[in-house]
């Protein structure tokens, strides 16, 4: 038996995940990628002329991609909420 089929035994057990607040930190993420954008937008032309124009769209994807995971967290702290409740229902 080769070495690589062997099942590994955990040395131990894995620790439950933390909470953070996600919404809080996803929030302050895009707010700091638009204004990074916003304060770049009044050098756009020296960016132009120095090839990195890339940077103001990059923090304009990141804002807009921020978003979406603002959208997502919310989600899934809600869902979270909803399934607890419906834990403490049914233990009640």
Sequence with gaps: MSSSSKQRE????????????DVATVTIGTIVWFALFVVQLPFYGWYSDHGHTWWIWTCLAGGCLGLV?????????????????SQDAQNA
């Design 10 to 21: 955990p040395l131990r057990e894995a620790p439950e995940p933390l909470e953070a607040n």
């Design 69 to 85: 995971g603002l959208l997502y967290v919310r989600a899934r702290r809600d869902a979270i909420r909803r399934a607890q409740q």
